[in-house]
């Protein structure tokens, strides 16, 4: 989804892709720039409607491994999940400063702890968004309901546990992005709580 971009990249990336014409890639835009959430409904009414069999969000900041995309389809290929999250900390890999802002870091593995115990989880990476979604079971989520912030991506996984879907976590590799700054960071952590 072009959400009303106002630079080239899009379109230099997208013409990338036009010329690859064995891929079926439909490109939504959006006239008008959408929060976060509301982007996100988008897409999964769009999945719904056009009867995909899995939603996959892959954001266009770079922050998440494009290659490693066969790792979040295949549990819902296997018919292991129903929804599959991207976890940078699964296997405890050492994540070094060089890779990780430090603080930005240790607040995911805080208010991932927190919530964790609130909603008796285990989950390595609550606040991963590189995640792929069973259409089939998005149809009986009220993801419409949902914030349109950042907070969507909780809430969605509040939705799951609910509704007693199960949720798989893979392996991904770290980046860290610039996409949420210090003080937004923390504001999110304790809204999502």
Same mark, same amino acid.
């Given at each position: ?30 006239? #008008? ?42 549990? !819902? ?7 599959? !999250? ?16 430090? #603080? ?36 009986? #989520? ?24 199960? !949720? ?14 210090? #003080? ?10």
């Amino acid at each position: 989804i072009d959400d009303s971009s106002s630079d080239d990249k899009f379109r230099a990336v997208y013409q990338q892709y036009r010329e690859k014409k064995h891929l079926n890639i439909n490109v939504l835009n959006n006239t #008008i720039k959408q929060t976060y959430g509301d982007n996100l409904k988008l897409g999964m009414e769009y999945a719904i409607q056009q009867e995909f069999d899995i939603f996959l969000l892959l954001h266009g900041s770079g922050d998440f491994a494009p290659e490693v995309i066969d790792r979040l389809l295949q549990p !819902i290929l296997n018919n292991e999940a129903e929804l599959v !999250i991207g976890s940078r900390f699964l296997n405890r890999e050492k994540v070094t400063k060089k890779q990780s802002k430090v #603080i930005k870091y240790l607040g995911n593995r805080f208010f991932t702890s927190v919530q964790n115990k609130l909603l008796k989880t285990r989950l390595t990476d609550f606040h991963s968004a590189y995640r792929a979604v069973k259409v089939e079971a998005l149809k009986t #989520i009220p993801f419409k309901t949902n914030f349109g912030t950042f907070l969507f991506d909780s809430q969605i996984i509040i939705q799951f546990l609910i509704a007693e879907k199960r !949720i798989k976590e893979v392996n991904i590799p770290y980046y860290s992005g610039e996409n949420i700054y210090l #003080i937004n960071g923390i504001h999110y952590g304790f809204a999502a709580i």
